[in-house]
Nanobody
């Protein structure tokens, strides 16, 4: 059974940083691309970042490029999202995604002074 468990969310001031983690189980993690999505209040869920495996090729939404970094550790079956220079518009529930249509429960990120 596929399980994705996110952690690392919280309240941070504008300009601050957070690191999200997603621990995966129930499938061969190293064979699949992994992604992060987010959903802000009243908005649709949107793509944030993805990383392939093997190869570790990354892709980002324009709104986070240069501020967020996705990475993975295949020995730990974990994907990360390092978020720097956070803005209030980054406030959302962040979800980990694995093919095919597996989602974590989400972790809340709130950027506010």
């Amino acid at each position: 059974q596929v399980q994705l468990v996110e952690s690392g969310g919280g309240l941070v001031q504008p300009g601050g940083s957070l690191r999200l983690s997603c621990a995966a189980s129930g499938f061969t993690f190293s064979r699949y691309s992994m992604s992060w999505y987010r959903q802000a209040p009243g908005k649709e869920r949107e793509f944030v970042a993805t990383i392939t495996s093997p190869g570790g090729i990354t892709n980002y939404a324009a709104s986070v490029k240069g501020r967020f970094t996705i990475s993975r550790d295949n020995t730990k079956n974990t994907v990360y999202l390092q978020m720097n220079s956070l803005k209030p518009d980054d406030t959302a529930v962040y979800y980990c995604y694995a093919p095919h249509n597996y989602w974590g429960q989400g972790t809340q990120v709130t950027v506010s002074s």
